[in-house]
């Protein structure tokens, strides 16, 4: 008999859904967290002010250098001193590079994983981008279609929480929405001009997982509304923004069904020839090294792409040699990522002598305007751009000084500055992989990530004329200093959207997934993380994960009670 109905791998975004809507359809579910417990009361530092910890609360350099020289170089704005524990040391959990690639890696291992440290842009994906590799010829083709998604998104978003605008949009769909956080008004000038002088293009409010009229159900989870104090990389103790930590897990834990492990790092999943199942997954604890297997009926992998694939790739058996699941040799591979490095910034006079109250945790969002109605681009798919508009006073690092002449100068009355960086689609390619490392491991005894990463051409070529349409719709709004430095591409993982390694299809022997985020070799396994995407597109993912995990936990729970799995 299984130790549990199902087991989760991973706390995250992804396997705090799957907690949540398995054991609310009455599972006994065991989650797996490789990392230790995060409790907001004990562990959040929101309400700690700057001063109030060593160094301004910057990470010494030293320790940069030591211990977060990928983590830090990828979100140098969200690691601090206070809040480092939020983020993995490279030097702890190491992985390779290929020869001639770069790759950043950056994780959070504890309690709701990169869930607690997100910045919660959510957007839906459309029918534009579930055809895109059909239409193109680039990857395979989606099992799925955006109609089929429209259910489940509106589930999740119902839940979770998204404040945003109605905008009609048919490239990036409405949300079921809370109010939006209201445009600045040198933004609002924005919108108009830009609006005015590329009719296709529209300047709309971020939309973001923040809580702006909180509902019933969420205020039974101890959740309130935002504060608008800008604290969210620090954890959150209003619980306002959306983290599995701050919802899914709480949901899941008040139905009784729930038992969480903590510093518990899989390195195998269980399986059984005969019946052609997996029966459990085989853990190491981080802390102690002991080794304990727990059996379940169902097993949903949710460990983030590349450690997913990996866990993966590491389960081998007579069965599959090359990794379970993997007859289609598509494990590891089509690695994806979100492209940045282009964009515009300017002044914006006019309205010097505005001010704003408190610190949104959101600016503006510019949709996809490029490839909608075809190809007329000298580039495949899109972009869209995230920014937003401040006095130059609120803009970090703008005015020096210290004490009563810093105070004193961000009170003086200037131009505002206006910021825009576009986010691009990477291509999938087969060739973007990650592979074991056939001699390196960790401390645990585990395989290191190799990780073989590139772009294409058509990244380069549209971050190029991204960057062009930055600078001209700054001009077009009357924005003078503009400035928009030569096009340089973050490097792959550096946006911390990974995706595609166990990606979903039609025919198993090109996809490792059906379109219910099931194995197409092993039919209790699910995995509904990143890893199932088949296309990146260019909006944020995480919304499109947990519609896809209410989705599959829905399938899967009725194939339990029919007896077919």
Known sequence: MADFDAIVVGSGMSGGMSAKELTERGLKVLVLERGPEIIPERDYVDQLAPWESPNLDNVAQDEI????????????????????????????????????????WLRGYHTGGRSIMWSRQTYRLSNLDFEANKTDGHGIDWPVRYEEIVPWYEKVETFIGIAGSAEGLPQLPDSIFQPAFELTDAEKELKAKVESAFPERNVIPARVAHLTDATEEQRSLGRSNCQVRNRCHFGCTFKAYFSSLNATLPAAERTGNLTMVHNAIVQSIEYDAETNRVTGVQVVDAETNEKHLYTAKVIFLNASTIASAMILLQSKSVTFPNGLANRSDQVGRNLMDHVSGAGAAGLMSGFDNMKVFGRRPCGIYIPRYANLNGQDKPYLRGFGFQGGASPLGNAGGQIPGIGRQFKEAHKKSGPWRVSIGAFGEQLPNSNNRVTLHPSKRDRWGNPLALLNVTYSENEYTMLEEASKDAVAMLEAAGCTNITSSDVNLTRPGNRIHEMGSVRMGRDPSDSVLNG????????????????FMVSSGCQNPSLTYMAFTARAVDYAVDLLADGSI
Not at 66 to 77: C, F, I, R, S, T
Not at 83 to 100: I, L, T
Not at 521 to 529: A, G, M, Q, R
């Open 516 to 531: 219910w985020c099931q194995a197409h070799d092993v039919p209790n396994l699910f995995v509904t993380d990143g890893s």
């Open 65 to 104: 250098a030591e211990h977060y020289p990928k983590q830090y170089g990828g979100v140098a704005y969200a690691i601090k001193e206070s809040n480092k524990h939020f983020w993995v040391k490279d030097d702890e959990h190491p992985y390779e590079e290929a020869e001639g690639t770069r790759y950043d």
